[in-house]
């Protein structure tokens, strides 16, 4: 076969490239040695004020040379003469000069629309001053003020109306009420809208607080009535970080906080606790030392007897409690021999004999439970995001790691977020964008009973606050006392800390896809898609020394998985026209489809053989089956029409009414759609002219509103009368037949707020 090229050939012509290269360099030399590049300097400053702009970018058009001014406002960039300075920053408008001389000015024209303060409200955003309806919002800088590991902890204290509760435990996350309770029965949490979409499947508790740009909260019924039956509770409009236009950006937050244990109780220590109880005995005529008439005559108080503390507070149960209780006595052969004291003769007038044991409480050891449950809790969060805009595209990336180690030692969380974002703008009149947030977490719940209807305490440090302060939780030689103190209801807390674990680990994906269409210069179509999966696993595990505390038992497993899945997709028609200069009207509609399942298995067994396969090998076990086990699968839909007008005269007088109709699956036949209307109106009363002698006050708007939202949030399958299993006995032969669990409700209809 033939070769195009020889190998001389191909010699001699990477030569002439070579020769070729090294000619047009020198040329080109030659040229740029011409036009000689030099440092030009200059300030950048506000066109109204004269004051600096710090943190503008200055780039050399058409190359990939920037540079951004200081606090000052001044700047230094290498360029040639007649190149093109483009200086861009938030809040002004963008501006191009050419280079002439070694030194430029620059002043820069605010930009009024991002001086006006834009709120999401809803399918779209409003300037503040144009909304009718009661909404807050918070910033992403508020957000971020103090650490926090998610966005309802970041929210306490920050918009009026919004009661968000306390939660210590670490990755749980605090439930959000808005403006107090609104339902019996059914939920009373807020809608919660990522970028558009409504949050069905996934966890607010998936997003990190370090993404927000900004959330929204819509509280009265006219604000959120746009989402009809989902919006009873209020709604939560969560707006997360872009891509910024004319800057490229790289940043880098981290966060360490260190979380100790302190309560406001002054605790009782071991010899005081004693006396109590000695105290509560003899005033109930339990303690044969005192003089017990009845229930009306005052006690005679006796004295400390060590062999009656044995007997009346079941110190013989727990030998090293006894011990330490004994060690308020003196004694001439410990535990058989007490040392005497003559009683004074007040004393032998309350009946005490001639000599009575010496007594002291404060030699009674103390032993510190809470410290042995407890750790300093280190919180570390680190974020690193990448930001990047032009006029054409944007984008936005970030990746944040999240752990918390409790204070509690059962209990620690730890979460890694990915962050994607990005839009293209390829035509003035086609504009679309893709996202996806993914998230994973593993949290350490602590140990939790199976029987937690129980009153009683249920968590580590609760039990550890019950125990007795004179009792120890291990012996001398270090094996472990199941109840401290002697009592038979209480359990040693601080075995059940590597005994028992309950773990949960999550997996999060939402990917969302949107497009935009300007069809006409006050006419725009919108289409919104977004889908949520979320993945949770279970798995609880006591070994063989757990306590037996609220009905736990030793040797135990379980595992436990659901599935979500949810999906909703949008079509918004958006008019946005002005009449003259004194009339604008604002126009939304929207046709919205939502379908969400969900699936899981559980499986539990006991008498598991090999405590280090914790749940992984539930077959191990002694019974050769499984304990108990399960699995279901729910599905439910939701459709939508809405549609909203906006009006507007002068700025001033404003008007706003929305309408929608919703259908829900879950409802009973015959009851599934509603329709929820809703009005408002404001006056911006600082626009008028009898106000411009009132120089204190800056901003007066009077506003009202009326609406009818719903509530749909009722178990799928209720209304048609759902089934359970029941075994029984037909004749010889094992059955299994369906019992009637709630009775059927054909009225179930929509839960109604106004």
């Not at 800088?141 to 103090?146: G, K, M, V």
């Not at 990047?388 to 209990?411: C, I, M, N, P, W």
Request: aromatic letters at 10%; glycine letters at 10%.
């Amino acid at each position: 076969m033939k070769h195009f090229f020889t190998p001389k050939k191909l010699i001699s012509r990477m030569l002439a490239v070579v020769f070729y290269i090294a000619c047009s360099t020198f040329y080109v030399s030659l040229l740029s040695a011409q036009a000689q590049t030099s440092t030009i300097s200059g300030r950048v400053t506000d066109a109204s004020t004269r004051e600096a702009i710090p943190n503008a970018t200055v780039s050399v058009k058409e190359s990939s040379i920037q540079s951004s001014t200081d606090a000052d406002g001044t700047f230094r960039v290498e360029a040639t003469q007649g190149q093109t300075f483009v200086i861009s920053v938030i809040g002004y408008l963008s501006k191009e000069v050419v280079v002439s001389g070694s030194q430029v000015n620059i002043s820069l024209e605010p930009d009024q629309q991002d001086l006006e303060e834009v709120v999401v409200v809803g399918y779209g955003t409003q300037r503040r001053r144009d909304v009718t309806g009661a909404i807050s919002r918070v910033s992403g800088e508020e957000l971020q003020e103090r650490p926090v590991q998610n966005i309802s902890e970041a929210l306490q204290g920050k918009a009026a109306g919004v009661s968000v509760g306390s939660n210590i435990r670490p990755g749980e996350t605090p439930a959000i009420t808005i403006r107090g309770n609104r339902s019996l029965q059914a939920e009373n949490g807020p809608l919660i809208v990522v970028d558009g979409i409504p949050l069905i499947s996934g966890s607010l508790g998936d997003i990190s607080p370090n993404d927000i740009e900004s959330l929204d909260v819509l509280k009265d019924a006219s604000a959120a009535a746009i989402y009809g039956s989902r919006a009873a509770n209020g709604v939560i409009l969560v707006t997360t970080k872009k891509g910024q236009v004319g800057r490229v950006t790289a940043n880098y937050r981290g966060t360490a906080t260190i979380d100790h244990y302190k309560s406001l109780t002054d605790w009782m220590n071991g010899g005081q606790y004693i006396d109590r109880w000695r105290e509560g005995l003899m005033n109930g005529g339990l303690y044969n030392t005192a003089e017990f008439t009845d229930g009306f005559t005052p006690v005679v108080m006796g004295y400390p007897d060590p062999f009656e503390d044995v007997n009346r507070m079941g110190l013989a149960q727990d030998i090293i409690a006894r011990n330490n209780v004994w060690q308020g006595y003196e004694w001439d052969v410990f535990g058989e021999t007490v040392k005497m004291r003559p009683t004074t003769a007040a004393e032998q007038a309350m009946g005490w004999p001639s000599e009575v044991p010496i007594y002291n409480s404060s030699n009674i050891p103390t032993y510190d439970w809470v410290g042995a449950v407890t750790r300093p809790g280190v919180t570390q969060n680190h974020q690193v995001s990448v930001s990047a805009g032009t006029e054409k595209s944007r984008l936005y990336a970030s990746l944040d790691y999240f752990d918390q180690q409790g204070v509690l030692k059962d209990q620690d969380y730890e979460r890694i977020n990915l962050n994607l974002n990005g839009d293209i703008k390829p035509t003035d009149w086609l504009t679309f964008g893709a996202s996806i947030m993914a998230s994973t977490s593993l949290q350490n719940y602590g140990i939790l009973g199976n029987n937690t209807s129980n009153t009683g305490s249920k968590d580590l440090l609760s039990r550890a606050l019950n125990q007795f302060p004179y009792a120890v939780p291990q012996s001398e030689v270090g094996n472990w006392i199941v109840n401290p103190g002697g009592n038979l209801q209480l359990y040693n807390p601080v075995i059940d800390i590597n005994q028992v674990k309950n773990e949960r680990k999550a997996y999060a994906v939402s990917p969302t896809l949107f497009s935009e269409i300007q069809l006409l210069p006050w006419l725009k179509y919108r289409f919104n898609f977004g889908a949520q999966f979320r993945n949770y696993r279970s798995g609880a595990w006591t070994g063989p020394e757990a306590t037996t505390h609220l009905t736990n038992r030793p040797n135990t497993a379980g595992y436990t998985n659901e599935q979500r899945f949810s999906w909703v997709a949008e079509n918004l028609l958006y008019v946005d026209q002005n009449f003259g200069e004194d009339h604008r009207l604002n126009v939304t509609l929207l046709q919205s489809s939502q379908r969400s399942s969900r699936e899981n298995i559980a499986t539990n067994v006991t008498g598991t053989i090999y405590d280090i396969s914790y749940w992984y090998d539930l077959a191990a076990n002694t019974n050769g089956k499984p304990n108990g086990y399960g699995s279901g699968f729910s599905e439910e839909t939701m459709m939508s029409w809405m549609g909203r007008v906006n009006y507007g005269y002068k700025g001033k007088y404003l008007i706003t009414a929305t309408g929608r109709y919703d259908g829900a699956s879950v409802l009973a036949p015959g009851h599934k759609w509603r329709f929820y209307p809703s009005v408002s109106a404001a006056w911006n009363v600082m626009d008028e002219n009898f106000m411009s002698s009132l120089a204190w006050v800056n901003e007066l708007k009077l506003r009202g509103g009326y609406g009818v939202t719903g509530n749909s949030a009722v178990n799928p399958y209720t209304t048609s009368g759902p089934q359970s299993r029941d075994p029984y006995a037909f004749g010889d032969v094992a059955a299994v037949g369906n019992l009637l669990q709630l009775v059927r409700n054909p009225c179930l209809g929509w839960e109604q707020t106004a």
